[in-house]
């Protein structure tokens, strides 16, 4: 479950399960993380970190723990020297995976709304 938010303890404490899920994918990297490692079924931190323009070691750290931790992503440790580390998508974490292309879809479109919007000058700036 994710932290307790303002001293929230239980599943209860949310008013529907969007919340719960919002609340897991939250930030503005994770989604990207998540659709990276669906796209590569399994990568390395220095690739993925490649891959995700702007984000910084730190961020990718603490984003990849959060969902390691709420069960999204596993983290596979292999006993090299240096230790290679792999990251995938758990089961959980691939069914958010229609979730996240319908979001993309969904985007594509309103992008092409607020385009055609703005070429009629419709848009409200």
């Known amino acids: 479950m994710p932290d307790i938010r303002d001293n929230k303890i239980s599943c209860s404490n949310y ?8 609340e897991v994918l939250s930030g503005k990297w994770k989604s990207l993380i998540l659709w990276n490692l669906h796209l590569h079924e399994k990568i390395r931190y220095n690739e993925l970190r490649r891959l995700i323009t702007g984000i910084t070691q730190k961020m990718l750290t603490q984003q990849l723990r959060d969902l390691e931790k709420y069960g999204i992503v596993e983290r596979m440790i292999y006993p090299t020297v240096p230790p290679m580390v792999e990251y995938s998508l758990t089961q959980l974490g691939k069914d958010l995976i229609p ?11 309103y992008v092409k709304h607020y385009q055609a919007q703005i070429e009629t000058g419709k848009h409200n700036a």
Request: aromatic fraction near 6%.
């Open 15 to 22: 008013q529907c399960e969007i919340e719960v899920t919002l």
């Open 99 to 109: 979730i996240m292309q319908k979001m993309d879809e969904w985007g594509k479109e």
